[in-house]
């Protein structure tokens, strides 16, 4: 027979203890090379491996369903549905569904990961050098414990079924064929040899650090015997499998949808896996529906049998069937069961009035057992105990729920729907396992010193604790390690996002990305494309029409508004990050902060900060922008409030207010401003009129991708940290979009790491921004970025351009006008014109003569302005200005809008 030794294909006659102790030498040697490798390598590697598989044209697939239906006796048909198993389990976001379930998270088998319950670090290690003794009843589970081993990074050896020695060498090939380094590939031997070799069975059980058995009784009980002091045994025994039927949900679905379903079950692998059921218990108060759900039950196998044909039989398996018919034959002629058979042996249906426990002798053989409540199956299976397995419920929820406890009390480790037997869910536990649980080895650091009061953000943000600082290690490590984290990230978004998302299955076809730089050959996303892929306007952006979450809504009044998808885990996690950049910020226990972003209108902001502050330990006042601000200011005043979260123009509203009716007894220590601009001189008005002492920013986030940037207590004006766990940014040229240098405006371009179901992949955020350089005072090495605004906040002049910060400086010098304004261009048949609308202060009257004041000072006093005059580029600039409250807010976000271009082309 041929094996497959470590990368190599042998062909031997036969396989000795002397062979069976060099291999685990070889085993032993190669286990910390696997250990060191990076899961999310070894994700993306059986990731590709699927996709091969995936393809019916692919060699190895084609090799399988021309040779295997000889071998292990699987029709053509059945070994192609094996294979689509195969690609589900090896998908990667299904693969990061068992290893969540299984290990709480996948991220322990890379490094320590803090638990903030525990208090203290844990991390599991693998056992080393797993041996998979396979069963030959379901030829793809063989391959399925092997996954199970490369994945919680085992080397791992297996001792190939008698029956079938070809499907797991091919799947070792086609490992080989796709692994770069060789360390996964490197990492198997697949074996042969008799069962029952005491020499070189006796090598394994000692030298091995674990055994995962599949098998019978005699199997299980042989591996138990002598086995090494320190080796561990898991154990996979015989179970079986059955289904309970409610009389009053089968009239609800009809006779006909359950009995294809339970068909359904009985036909996949020909009823061998553990999962298959022998029996139906149909629930039959007055004895009148067996008869028709039997008969139901015999045409959809029949129908199955077309689908998927079953396979050969040997002579022994053959003479079985007959004795199951002869004996259903001989109990019908005393009328206590009932026979139903095809011409051939391609299925059986046997009706029996005795509730007890019947195992079938397999091969689409079912037995129909008539009960007056499902309940009393109950006390049938009881002497089952353990060796159940599998139970297909049709009952309602509650009913569903009663039975599933009362069974899984008795033995059963599996509940599922009809249908549902053979389609195993990711991440449901296997014989009463965490099934990658029980290949590792749990390890901890108890808490130390610098642990104190330590909090974890869950990745479901799930944890209530408030946010310390002390638990983002990740913050602080070099950039070579953030980045590759980051990198793995990336992978692992684009692994999972490129086959359910229409848009992205096309933008990405063919990328392949081995470095960060390699995102720069992806097409930068624009919102326009966002908008006509995304509902209400088109479709294909997705990875999931109908998932459940949060629809949230930016844009325009009028027309179709940009939309943004995220679940709930996703909406916590964004604000989880929220909530670390506003306690760095400065806000937290003893804070009472006015939360006055804008409320309703599906807008995102409002939400999000109500649950950012969660993470503060700050009390916080969810009033909302938009409210009247007569009953603002009385809650401001009356809860006592030192803290306002808000975008500028409801800050200077406030102030305006407060000035105008001379209101005394509110003073706002710290404000944390986003959405627009807050320029000096409105920084010093608002000190003024509210004693602000603290500045800072509430985050720099989109509606779209979410928290991108935040301030630590080192961070002023618009300098920000990069919430690099959750955001990988770029900087680059707005004409070439080619990476710009640090210090350099650029385009800000950002990848959200954690969004699956909108993923945001180089999504142009609109706004302009540089690298800072050099430490930060705080100690984190996140990187840093100044925003230097809306890159539509910007008027052309010819060549030249000007931005909102010109006027911004120069209504500082002109007292009597607040730091409210718009800059419009305009063309008047002759040159380009420019014209600054401004609110006055609520104490200033004199509107012409400040005009004039400001206009004099831009023309004459800004070097900007000063040169577009000399040279030209401006005919002319009028300054017009207008009572407080007057220029137009938006009435989605209350924000005024700094630029308006009123030139036509």
Not at 318 to 333: D, F, N, T
Not at 419 to 439: E, I, S
Request: charge should be negative; aromatic fraction near 8%.
């Amino acid at each position: 027979m041929q094996i497959y030794r470590f990368g190599e294909l042998i062909d031997i006659d036969t396989f000795s203890a002397a062979d069976m102790e060099a291999v685990l030498d070889d085993a032993h040697a190669r286990k910390a090379a696997l250990q060191e490798l990076p899961l999310d390598q070894i994700l993306d590697l059986l990731h590709k491996v699927g996709r091969a598989w995936a393809d019916p044209d692919y060699s190895y697939r084609r090799q399988a369903v021309e040779v295997l239906p000889d071998m292990i006796r699987f029709s053509g048909p059945m070994i192609e549905q094996g294979i689509l198993t195969l690609v589900d389990l090896l998908t990667r976001a299904n693969m990061e569904t068992r290893l969540d379930c299984d290990l709480g998270s996948a991220g322990y088998l890379d490094d320590w990961v803090y638990h903030p319950r525990f208090g203290g670090h844990i991390m599991a290690q693998p056992h080393g050098v797993v041996a998979h003794v396979s069963a030959g009843n379901v030829f793809v589970g063989g391959v399925d414990t092997l996954i199970q081993g490369i994945v919680t990074k085992n080397v791992g050896l297996m001792k190939m079924a008698s029956i079938d020695p070809l499907f797991p060498v091919l799947f070792a090939r086609s490992l080989r064929d796709h692994d770069d380094v060789g360390i996964v590939s490197g990492s198997l031997a697949l074996l042969g040899w008799k069962g029952g070799d005491a020499a070189v069975e006796s090598v394994l059980k000692q030298r091995c650090d674990a055994i995962v058995v599949y098998g019978g009784a005699d199997t299980v009980r042989s591996y138990r015997q002598d086995l090494g002091l320190h080796t561990k045994l898991i154990e996979y025994g015989p179970k079986y499998s059955f289904a309970l039927i409610a009389a009053d949900e089968l009239k609800r679905r009809g006779l006909r949808e359950v009995t294809r379903a339970v068909a359904r079950d009985a036909t996949m692998w020909e009823q061998g896996a553990c999962s298959s059921p022998h029996m139906v218990y149909l629930e039959d108060p007055d004895g009148t529906r067996v008869e028709s759900f039997a008969k139901e039950l015999a045409v959809e196998l029949e129908g199955w049998a077309e689908r998927l044909p079953a396979g050969t039989k040997t002579a022994d398996e053959g003479v079985e069937i007959l004795r199951v018919r002869e004996l259903a034959k001989v109990e019908q002629a005393m009328d206590t069961s009932m026979l139903l058979v095809p011409n051939d042996t391609d299925w059986t249906v046997v009706v029996q009035r005795a509730p007890d426990f019947q195992t079938s002798c397999l091969f689409r053989t079912l037995y129909v057992k008539p009960v007056r409540r499902i309940e009393e199956a109950l006390e049938a299976v009881r002497p089952m105990g353990a060796f159940l397995q599998t139970v297909a419920i049709l009952a309602d929820p509650a009913r569903t729920k009663t039975l599933g406890r009362a069974l899984t009390r008795i033995g059963a480790d599996r509940i599922v729907a009809p249908g549902r037997m053979a389609r195993r869910q990711h991440g449901t536990p296997h014989d009463g396992t965490r099934g990658l649980a029980m290949l590792v080895r749990w390890s901890s650091i108890g808490q130390m010193e610098e642990d104190a009061g330590k909090a974890a953000f869950g990745r479901n943000g799930a944890s209530w604790t408030p946010y310390d600082p002390a638990a983002d290690a990740f913050d602080y490590l070099p950039d070579v390690e953030r980045d590759a984290a980051v990198l793995a990230q990336v992978r692992s978004l684009i692994t999972d996002i490129r086959p359910r998302s229409p848009f992205y299955a096309q933008r990405l076809a063919g990328f392949e990305l081995k470095s960060l730089a390699d995102l720069a050959r992806l097409p930068v996303l624009t919102g326009d494309e966002l908008k006509s892929h995304m509902p209400p306007a088109g479709h294909g952006f997705v990875t999931d029409e109908t998932a459940g979450g949060f629809v949230f809504a930016s844009g325009g009044t009028s027309g179709a508004p940009k939309v943004a998808y995220r679940t709930a885990e996703e909406h916590h996690y964004n604000a989880t990050r929220m909530g670390k950049g506003l306690l760095l910020a400065g806000f937290g226990p003893g804070d009472v902060v006015a939360n006055l972003m804008f409320a309703g209108n599906m807008w995102a902001s409002f939400i999000s900060l109500n649950m950012a502050l969660e993470h503060t330990g700050a009390r916080f006042l969810p009033l909302a922008g938009n409210m009247d601000l007569e009953f603002v200011l009385f809650a401001l005043k009356h809860f006592r409030a030192n803290s306002i979260i808000s975008i500028p123009t409801v800050l200077l509203s406030i102030a305006r207010m407060v000035e105008e009716r001379k209101i005394e007894g509110l003073t706002i220590k710290k404000a944390a401003t986003g959405g627009e601009h807050l320029f000096p001189g409105a920084r010093a008005y608002l000190s003024r009129v509210l004693g602000v002492e603290h500045f800072a920013s509430a985050g720099y986030a989109a509606n779209d991708s979410g928290a991108i940037g935040y301030q630590c207590a080192h961070c002023g004006g618009s300098i920000h940290h990069v919430h690099e766990d959750l955001h990988y940014v770029e900087i680059v040229d707005p004409d070439t979009l080619e990476p710009v240098p640090p210090g350099e405006v650029g385009k800000i371009v950002a990848t959200n790491l954690n969004r699956r179901l909108m993923p945001m992949v180089r999504y142009d955020i609109g706004d302009l921004g540089r690298w800072i350089e050099g430490p930060c005072g705080c100690g984190r090495t996140t990187r840093r970025f100044e925003l230097m605004g809306r890159s539509d906040d910007v008027l052309n002049f010819g060549a030249a351009k000007l931005g909102p910060d010109v006027v911004a400086e120069a209504l500082k010098e002109v007292p009597g006008l607040s730091p409210v304004f718009q800059m419009i261009a305009r063309f008047d048949g002759v040159a380009d014109q420019l014209l600054v609308r401004v609110e006055r202060e609520a104490s200033a009257s004199d509107d012409a003569a400040l005009g004039e004041r400001l206009a004099d000072y831009l023309r004459h006093s800004t070097k900007e302005l000063k040169t577009f005059l000399e040279r030209k580029l401006i005919g002319g600039i009028s300054v017009e200005v207008v009572a407080p409250g007057d220029l137009p807010r938006n009435p989605r976000t209350g924000k005024v809008r700094l630029v308006i271009e009123e030139r036509t082309a």
